[in-house]
């Protein structure tokens, strides 16, 4: 198959898992035992459940972002060129 039948190249899912294994990061640092009916865990309002698991989240969901519209320099150089026999093909 030709390469530019994907829309992504091998460094953007390559990027995506790790954005995605960064969200997981920032789920699992966000879970911990609960608060029952018959005993209160002030461990559900630490700092790492409440301020640092969701920062890890969002920077997980970035990357993520980042990973999807990311372009190779080859698919750059690709686009150049396609740009420029089209401006050639065009001024003809």
Do not use: H
């Amino acid at each position: 198959m030709d390469k530019r039948d994907f829309a992504f190249s091998k460094t953007n899912y390559i990027m995506l898992a790790i954005g995605f294994a960064i969200v997981i990061l920032g789920f699992i640092l966000m879970g911990g035992e609960s608060t029952t009916e018959e005993a209160f865990n002030p461990d559900i309002f630490s700092t790492r459940r409440i301020v640092v698991a969701p920062m890890v989240c969002l920077a997980g969901f970035i990357f993520v972002v980042v990973a999807i519209l990311w372009k190779s320099k080859s698919q750059k150089a690709d686009d150049t060129e396609d740009s420029l026999d089209k401006e050639i093909t065009e001024a003809k």
